[in-house]
DNA sequence: CTGAAAGCGCTTACAG
DNA sequence: CTGAAAGCGCTTACAG
């Protein structure tokens, strides 16, 4: 980065009329202003906005970042709207990241965004990346995800699970099919495991078992389309009472191999975005919005207070049965 | 604000002393350490973080702005997935502003947030709200939104209300009823004057006009009851063969009428957000993904390289015709 | 029209 | 353990 001085060096002049010109050319000879406008040209000056500010005394209002990892998705869209909201009263600003593929490319960036703390949605951090962020005394606070010893609001998966279950076995199913993704994290063993747990209780297992794909960014539909294939696939190859779909979007694609095939069974989706109330979809809803706005609430104390207590809040998802 | 200045001028201590206290407090005893501690608290210290980043050489990425009037429907959030995936190859980060109830609150601090560029969506500035940004040198481009002689990639919403007249006067429809809001910005003025404008070059006009009353940060579901209600009521009142939605949720509230009513007439909304395929409504679309893409663009640009050109830009809505 | 100087608020060797 | 000083990159009176 070429600085200020470079330039006056180059041009021969002081850093003054170099800043004069740079802002707007006032009270500068036209030859000076060519001479040095050439010089910033060609090295391809630009303005620290940081070292301006200070003199200006034109400061930016503290910022929280909110680092995702996939591409918006209606259930962290709704998560947004919490975070947005919580954070409103206040006069702190919203920083959005998004690791997107490379995760280290944002995670590198982060200890040096001066954020007042961050908000970490649906993933885990690395040592590495944690150490980072402590080094530089920012804290954050994970968003629907848990990790012993750290600052987090996450969501009962487990229970989550359980409640699919439970609506399914109370619909008299017996032979009930699950179809998931095929990734491994938290959300998904926790969820699977509270679902599996709950039908072993009543001495029943999954009758088959179907996962997707998942590959980072891919749009909504493809994954219905998806499910889609697969349900027709479950329904051919085995008898089949009863699905839990892993997220909504699946239980769409589920949905219209059901009505295609003429099929009738209780289906349970979980998440609740926005579409599944038109469908009238049963579904386990996560309260994105809830979780979203406690995290701004918390993550706000978190920066105005480093007294070092690990915060942790759970919330509970709710069943919402409508008529699948 | 106190700086460290005074601190150190009230615990009788040098800077640097007190740079290292703030710092962790290492090499400082713990007299020294306790005493600057007890005067920043008392002062409310809080570091300039602008300042450290000078010294330290951590310079955050340049930063786009964004800012939205309305607390987030799922039309902006759609916009908003459009300008992040059109910032993500680059180095630039995303900042959001909501102006909500109060809009001079955000423009006020606006300026002064050393943005590389902002894209104002869906609302007219006024002369001063510009003149501020020009005096800093920020760059803005207006998103769904026109104005003569400023950057601005808008919508077709002339266009859009036309598509929706053809689209019921191709169903036969003669006696055609409009459902919108009762405010009145240059979306609102366009589209009904697009939409008026085909009726009557086929000798029409509209039979019945309500306007739901919008109050900002409403909850999606009150529109929503508040167009079922008028749908009822609409068509109660009057013989109706065709009805117009000014945007998707009121649509939604209209199906639901008509279906309790046991009506079938041709019904189009405007939008085309999430739901609506899934309700096969038909509707007008507006391509809000990509007006978001080509404004991350366009902002880009313009932050890259202010020689003065007006960009302008129109992006057409698209028929979707489904089953209403 | 121009340069030297002071200063924005902080950090960090350096000498003591 | 501590203070004085230099410096981060820029802007802005001030004197000439």
């Known amino acids: 980065m070429s600085t200020i001085k470079e330039i006056a060096k180059l041009a021969g002049v002081g850093v003054g009329t170099v800043s004069r010109v740079l802002n707007g050319g006032q009270n500068v000879s036209q030859e000076t202003l060519e001479k040095v406008l050439e010089i910033s040209r060609k090295l391809n000056y630009k303005p620290n906005k940081t070292a301006r500010s200070l003199v200006k005394g034109h400061y930016s209002q503290p ?4 680092v995702f990892t996939v591409a918006i998705h209606p259930f ?25 593929g490379d995760r280290s490319d944002v995670f590198n960036r982060i200890p040096y965004e001066n954020l007042a703390g961050v908000l970490i949605v649906s993933t885990k951090m690395t040592p590495e990346e944690k150490r980072q962020l402590k080094m530089n005394g920012v804290p954050f606070l994970y968003l629907d995800y848990f990790e012993q010893g750290e600052n987090s609001i996450y969501l009962d998966n487990f229970r989550g699970g359980g409640l699919a279950a439970e609506y399914l076995l109370s619909q008299q199913a017996a032979k ?18 509270g679902f599996l747990g709950k039908l072993e209780e009543n001495g029943l297992g999954i009758v088959c078992r179907k996962l997707i794909d998942i590959k980072v960014d891919m749009p909504f539909d493809v994954y219905e389309q998806e499910s889609y294939l697969l349900t027709k696939e479950l329904l051919q190859e085995k008898e089949i009472d009863g699905i839990f779909y892993y997220c909504d979007e699946f239980a769409y694609g589920g949905l219209t191999a ?3 095939l003429g099929r009738q069974l209780p289906i349970i989706g979980y998440d609740d975005i926005l579409p599944s109330k038109y469908l009238e ?7 994105a919005y809830q979780l979203g ?10 920066a105005a207070d ?10 509970r998802p709710e069943l919402m049965i409508r008529s699948t």
């Not at 406690?294 to 104390?301: C, D, H, N, R, S």
């Open 176 to 193: 009930i099919a699950f179809v998931g993704e095929n990734t491994r994290n938290q959300q998904f063993e926790e969820r699977y495991a």
């Open 76 to 100: 962290f869209q709704e998560i947004l709207k919490g975070i947005y909201h919580g954070l409103k009263p206040s006069h702190y600003n919203l920083l959005i990241f998004n690791t997107g």
């Open 258 to 260: 059901l009505r295609e």
């Open 293 to 302: 706005l406690a995290g701004a609430e918390t993550i706000m104390e978190l």
């Open 281 to 287: 979809l049963t579904t386990v809803r996560q309260p």
């Open 63 to 66: 910022t929280i970042g909110v």
């Open 306 to 315: 480093q007294s070092g207590e690990v915060l942790n809040q759970c919330i």
